[in-house]
């Protein structure tokens, strides 16, 4: 049973259109990060969100936390090529400390 | 400004030996984690180590598994007698305190 389900796992859109990937979870948790992975590499932080119903602004990505710190969304406002990549949200249980548990991820591509 | 440092990027071990995995933490990071991303799979959670302690070894294997993080030098996981299903890319991850975790480049551990 995966802890964190991602969707979509995979995102092919047009440069300039919208988009959101939705990260959806039964467990409360203390914090959620969203990351980006680039194949052959580490996954490379993008925010924190912490606060029931917080939304945070990244440039055109727009990071939202459930009221019940249960899921998380990140909406990107007219795509761009160099956005393709794998999105990944990972929390931290309220019960379980530090470690992270990691979604699937969204594996987006955007074509010009 | 270094960011975490992993060595090596690439490691190819037969069946039965050693491998040692090396990570050196962001400066100023005093708090260590390990994850595994098996082929296809999503990162998995191994262990929290800080300074000469571990914290949370709740996702390493029971056998031929080990981590440390000395008092100086970098943290170190082992993996004796290594297997096929070794076979991953294992990421190092360091934060302040137990907070924002900044991931590593990775090792890719192939078992041949």
């Known amino acids: 049973t995966q802890l964190l389900e991602q969707s979509p796992q995979f995102l092919s859109i047009q440069e300039g259109e919208n988009l959101t990937v939705y990260c959806n979870s039964s467990s409360v948790f203390s914090s959620l990060q969203w990351y980006r992975q680039e194949p052959g590499e580490g996954p490379v932080l993008l925010v924190t969100?912490?606060?029931?119903?917080e939304v945070k602004k990244l440039k055109r990505l727009t990071f939202q936390f459930g009221d019940a710190r249960k899921d998380s969304s990140l909406h990107i406002t007219a795509a761009q090529p160099g956005d393709t990549g794998l999105y990944l949200c990972?929390?931290?249980?309220?019960?379980?400390?530090?470690?992270?548990?990691f979604g699937e991820g969204t594996q987006l591509t955007v074509n010009p | 400004n270094a960011g975490v440092m992993q060595n090596p990027r690439h490691l190819v071990r037969r069946r039965g030996q050693e491998a040692r995995l090396r990570c050196s933490p962001m400066?100023?990071?005093?708090?260590v984690y390990w994850y595994r991303q098996l082929p296809e799979e999503g990162l998995k959670f191994m262990v929290y180590?800080?300074?000469?302690?571990?914290?949370?070894e709740s996702g390493m294997p029971k056998e031929r598994f080990s981590a440390e993080f000395p008092k100086e030098g970098p943290s170190i996981l082992r993996i004796q007698q290594v297997v096929r299903g070794d076979s991953a890319a294992y990421f190092c991850?360091?934060?302040?305190?137990?907070?924002?975790?900044?991931f590593g480049p990775g090792t890719r551990l192939t078992v041949t």
């Open positions: 990972a929390g931290a249980e309220e019960t379980s400390g530090s470690r992270l548990t």
């Open positions: 969100v912490v606060t029931g119903g």
């Open positions: 400066k100023g990071h005093s708090h």
């Open positions: 180590l800080q300074k000469e302690n571990i914290i949370d």
């Open positions: 991850a360091s934060s302040h305190l137990n907070y924002e975790q900044y």
